[in-house]
């Protein structure tokens, strides 16, 4: 999609965009736009409404946005009648642009509109969505410039657009090696650097706590490792992200819901879409990442419970659940990041533990760290685009809930409470007390239900969050 900014609708066809604050149901002024009239009775601009009216040869479209906005409602809404309007778009479209929006709110608005391309049947034979047309020009009218802004949001749209579909996408398609050379491509598109170890050269480097996790599978587990780095860079943060690309649980194999465990790598995914975005927007920060990637398989040759394994950092590990693999891979992500690249500040994000879910529901992720002010720091990144974390506590009180009497430590507390809570203590044990590192347990928040589809998909959460923390520092 490319933008135009056009002074009028002189002689324009096509479909017009024009969103519109809430007055009242009963409101004596009617909204007036393009010589057409909309009395209170029919629309009034209410959240989550929209109105359409045909003349002049042109599709006008009144989109509601409510007495308030926030930038998730906003990007929502302009997302929505992408989607479910998109039978309206005509080869011409414009937006107007109302003179009350801010930077952040234009922002969300071309955010919105791209997003609503998306569509999860990537096997089914259907019509694109016009946006999609790659000479398509989305006009606009504004007051004011607001170019800087709408493309931002086209990028960052961009990016979670991708982190859509390598979640959304079936595990025979989205392989540990699948999303190897989706990260090398993509470097070589957006500039940053990629670097993969596959077996043989994660065992020579002694990743054996990732590679246990793999050793039931005959995909070729793939570490990932992503460096940007701009010229005068001042600052360094390291990002982990999981990336367990199917989960069956291992020999302690699921009994519910292994259907959707394609989206046990959307940790990993949202690493990959993050550095995507932040070198698509050229942040003066530095960012190294790595996506372990692998697949928690059954065969002959699948870790068992019991087992103790050694991990890249030299702590022994007793495997008591082999469904407690996700922190596993973590823990040699960790600390090779911290060891070889030390990092000012490091956040790992992952779809970790039921357990975080049964804490905070659907609504926010858990945040893990003992760092106030880069707590208060990544809530106010979430908080201002709609990407909420809450702090859970990492005391340790916890600790013995990971002690082990044959190993260093074990990678399950066995219990049926606080899990969250000790797998993110078995995680901190392999910071080497890094003083700035956070863990993102968005195990209740990647993956889910709405209104853009009928089944559980993709959200991208994370992307926006952690590029928004960054931009931030």
Known sequence: MKIKKIQNLNNFTGTILIPVFETTVKSIIPIEYHGITVYSQVFYGKKASHYLVEKYDCTHVFIGLGKELDYKALKTTFRRIASKQKEVFAKNVALVIPEKFNANQVEAAFSGLVLGTYDLGHYKKTESHPFMNADFELNYISSTVVVEAANKGIKIANAQLETFALVDLPPNKITPKYLANWATDTGKKYGFEVTVFGKDKATEVGLHSFLSVGKGSAQEPQFIIMEYKPDGAKKHIGLVGKGITFDTGGLNIKT??????????????????????????????????????????????????????????????????????????????????????????????????????????????????????????????????????????????????????????????????????????????????????????????????????????????????????????
């Open 256 to 473: 519910a819901g292994m259907v959707q465990m394609k989206c046990d790598m959307a940790g990993g995914a949202a690493v990959l879409g993050t550095m995507q975005l932040i070198a698509d927007l050229k942040l003066p920060i530095r960012v190294t990442a790595i996506v372990p990637a692998c697949e928690n398989s059954v065969d002959a040759q699948s870790f068992l419970p019991s087992d103790v394994i050694q991990s890249y950092a030299g702590h022994s590990i007793e495997i008591i659940d082999t469904d407690a693999e996700g922190r596993l891979i973590l823990a040699d992500g960790l600390s090779y990041l911290i060891k070889n690249y030390k990092p000012e500040t490091v956040v790992d994000l992952a779809t970790l533990t039921g357990s975080v879910v049964g804490t905070l529901g659907y609504e926010c992720a858990g945040l893990f760290t003992n760092n106030d002010e880069l707590s208060k720091k990544l809530q106010q990144a979430g908080d201002a685009i709609g990407e909420r974390l809450w702090q859970l506590p990492l005391w340790d009180a916890y600790k013995p809930d990971i002690e082990s009497e044959i190993a260093d430590v074990k990678n399950y507390s066995g219990k049926p409470v606080a899990g969250a809570i000790s797998a993110a203590k078995f995680l901190e044990y392999f910071t080497d007390n890094h003083t700035s590192w956070a863990h993102l347990d968005i195990a209740g928040v990647a993956f889910g239900d709405d209104e853009f589809a009928k089944t559980k998909h993709a959200t991208a959460y994370g992307v926006h969050l952690i590029t928004n923390f960054i931009e931030n520092l």
